[in-house]
């Protein structure tokens, strides 16, 4: 995953690039909206590393099957080696309420 790649790297303006100009960033319960405000945020966090245990990614699926395209969702779990310990592949969850 790019993101965390980039997070960890020494070039900020490609990891601000990765987001769009009007993305939010929400972390400790503050949101971060914005290039700008994205890379003051970037910037404050102290060197970390990350150990991606789990991802999920929605996409649209179409081929040569009945009911072509339908959308999946891929939820990956990592094992401590980075390989693939899970993959799940289903409807997407509906978004919860609040």
Known sequence: MEYFTLSTGPDDDAFVAQFTEDAVVADEEREHRGPDAIRAWHA??????????S????AEVA???PGS?????????????G???ALRIAPPTPPACG
């Open 83 to 85: 390989r693939i310990s």
């Open 69 to 81: 395209p339908v959308t999946l969702e891929f939820r990956f779990t990592y094992a401590a080696d």
């Open 63 to 65: 081929g040569e099957f």
């Open 44 to 53: 404050a966090v102290p060197p970390v590393t990350h150990a991606v245990r």
């Open 55 to 58: 991802a999920v990614a929605v």
